[in-house]
């Protein structure tokens, strides 16, 4: 068996039904925007870029959940002691969003 196509994980997602992205190179090593395949077969240009897009999910929190996640992400950032204890006191502070 040969070597596989450059592009062969994502060709196979979307023959599985994926929504593929792409972009192309423009010149002196730059890129266009990632774009959306619309329809048709597309041409799978080995100088191309090609990657399945990702999903998107929006997630409703309570007000507590929304503060926990906070200070949680607050905890691990790579801070100083004394700013990362500011940051915890100023969520603890705030007024929950109406």
């Known amino acids: 068996m040969g070597t596989p196509h ?6 196979k997602a979307w023959a599985d039904g994926a929504t593929i992205e792409f972009r192309c190179p ?3 090593g730059a ?9 048709g077969s597309p041409t799978w ?6 990657r399945v897009k990702e ?5 409703t929190l309570t007000e507590e959940q929304r503060r926990q996640l906070l ?6 950032m790579p801070l ?3 700013y990362r204890k500011a940051m915890l006191d100023l969520l603890n502070k705030a007024k929950p969003n109406p």
């Open 26 to 28: 423009i010149g002196d």
């Open 55 to 59: 999903e998107l999910y929006t997630i």
């Open 71 to 76: 200070a949680t992400v607050i905890h691990f």
């Open 80 to 82: 100083s002691m004394s």
């Open 6 to 11: 450059k592009h062969a994980e994502v060709i």
């Open 45 to 50: 240009d080995i100088r191309s870029e090609y």
């Open 31 to 39: 890129w266009s925007d990632w774009q959306t395949l619309k329809s």
